[in-house]
């Protein structure tokens, strides 16, 4: 099947007389016939549902769907984005042990990586996603256990060399884990260029129509953790579950079914059902909206290119772009919605051009079927130092611009007579 058939009939499947449409399984809990089937549950030896912390079938049948189209061998739902980012970490590393991140990521990610991580023992180094491969290697210890990077950097629009930072990973024997929130499964599939872990917000365009915050992890099932020697946690005996060790017992899913058995169940972040239910039918018309936001924000670009208010423009179709040709590379098919610009006289003008929108609404939010706006650097990343703040390449003046699935020519009217009042 294509992304676009995916998006409507991957994971539930209706049999001969059941619902149509996804049913919400509003239930905590699960009924068995016997002690001897709910210890076999407990055993990890049986599939079911035991209690909907852990699993629940409506959130399951959208983590069926959700690894389809990213091609993986299994998927984990979290309550948010930040739970699936804290998760797929701490699935992998201890206290101890040490990961490097590109610098260029959502400011959440960095105060989690930066900040909470460190607490809890877990070091990171961040370097520019951009320089070469001899200087990202000079970053690696012998305590590193991944890599992390996002496919679209928010709100700096970097396109990733996905492959140099795959191979880069797997040549120290670690994974590579990347955020693909703005690009989406329907843009870009990051397994087909070597990462092994996906992560998601699936509170932006897997929505899409700012109803329901939620996170996922998608695993391509295709690390191997025994040969790499650097994960016993996955390899070695789990005595929570009576000595359980995940990849003899699980093969290619020993990442995700751990990250469900062991670290969801201690940290119950598990999305409802109501909410999983919402997700999927943000879901459905996923493809079909992207194909809009691109089209919409590629026009943007183009006309803000050619304003003389406009400093600069990031938005990776423009062939002036520094990530052009990563984009024809990795995203062929559009670059999402999201673009960053900066008006001429700085902070101040941007601040006055966000003021007048009147179509564009001023929200903390980003991805979303209704065009919305945001300056980064008062807002999202206003916890950053300067220095953080170039890192993730934002200038106080930035304005990160998200186009929705409006008729473009109305978001370009609005823009115009809010540039008129600058
Ligand atoms: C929003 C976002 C997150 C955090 O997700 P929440 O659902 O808000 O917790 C992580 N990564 C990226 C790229 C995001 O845009």
Not at 25 to 39: D, E, G, I, L, R
Not at 141 to 148: D, G, L
Not at 213 to 231: A, M
Not at 325 to 343: D, M, N, Q, R, T
Request: aromatic share 10%; net charge negative.
């Amino acid at each position: 099947m294509n992304i676009e058939t995916q998006c409507l009939h991957e994971g539930y499947k209706p049999q001969n007389g059941e619902a149509r449409t996804l049913p919400i399984y509003q239930s905590t809990t699960y009924k068995y016939n016997s002690t001897k089937q709910v210890a076999a549950l407990f055993d990890l030896t049986e599939n079911g549902h035991m209690y909907s912390r852990i699993s629940n079938p409506t959130v399951a049948f959208v983590e069926e769907k959700i690894a389809a189209l990213e091609g993986g061998v299994g998927a984990l739902c979290t309550a948010s984005g930040q739970a699936a980012n804290l998760i797929a970490i701490m699935n992998i590393l201890k206290s101890g042990d040490h990961f490097i991140s590109t610098s260029a990521i959502y400011g959440g990610t960095v105060n989690l990586f930066a900040v909470t991580l460190k607490n809890f023992g877990i070091d990171v180094t961040f370097v520019d996603a951009d320089s070469s491969e001899e200087e990202i290697q000079k970053s690696f210890r012998p305590n590193t256990k991944a890599v992390f990077g996002e496919t679209i950097a928010n709100p700096a629009i970097n396109v990733l060399d996905i492959q140099k930072f795959a191979d880069i990973a797997h040549k120290n024997s670690v994974p590579f884990i990347i955020d693909n929130t703005f690009a989406t499964p329907v843009l870009c599939r990051p397994f087909e260029y070597g990462a092994d872990i996906v992560v998601h917000s699936t509170t932006k365009y897997m929505d899409g129509h700012a109803v329901c915050v939620g996170g996922v992890i998608v695993d391509s099932g295709n690390f191997d953790w025994e040969k790499s020697g650097k994960f016993p946690g996955l390899t070695e005996p789990d005595a929570s579950y009576h000595g359980v060790r995940y990849t003899e017992n699980f093969g290619k899913a020993a990442f995700i079914v751990k990250a469900r058995v062991q670290l969801m169940r201690d940290f119950g972040v598990y999305p409802s059902a109501q909410d999983a239910w919402v997700l999927n039918l943000g879901l459905e018309t996923l493809a079909l909206r992207i194909e809009r936001h691109c089209q919409n924000a590629d026009k943007v670009a183009h006309y803000l290119e050619k304003s003389d208010k406009i400093d600069f423009v990031n938005y990776p179709t423009l062939e002036s772009n520094k990530y052009n040709s990563l984009a024809k590379k990795y995203l062929p098919k559009g670059c999402s919605g999201v673009l960053s610009f900066e008006i001429k006289g700085g902070r101040e003008n941007s601040i006055k051009f966000i003021d007048s929108l009147k179509l564009a609404a001023l929200v903390v939010h980003v991805a979303d079927i209704r065009t919305c706006v945001l300056h980064p650097a008062s807002s999202t990343h206003r916890q950053l130092t300067d220095e953080q703040l170039a890192a993730c390449g934002i200038t106080p003046g930035l304005i990160r611009f998200s186009c929705g699935c409006e008729n473009v020519e109305d978001i370009i009217a609005d823009i115009e007579q809010a540039l008129m009042k600058i």
